[in-house]
């Protein structure tokens, strides 16, 4: 059976994307408009939804560390 929970898992709303990045949902929300944030799912006109794996993606993409 489909077991919705564990679907929504897999997903993040811009206001915990927002949290985690430590900068504004506002932000999160424009980077997601602007394709910096991969593989955004939208429910309607405002809801949003991203995906725990293009968090990780934009992370690689756009971290600085000198020890990657």
Request: proline letters at 6%; aromatic letters at 8%; charged letters at 25%.
């Amino acid at each position: 059976p489909l077991n919705n929970g564990s679907i929504m898992q897999d997903f993040l709303t811009p206001k915990q994307v927002s949290t985690f990045l430590q900068v504004t949902e506002d932000t999160v929300r424009k980077w997601a408009r602007q394709g910096k944030i991969e593989g955004v799912v939208k429910f309607g006109h405002k809801t949003v939804r991203i995906p725990r794996e293009s968090i990780t993606k934009f992370l690689e993409k756009h971290s600085h560390s000198p020890y990657k």
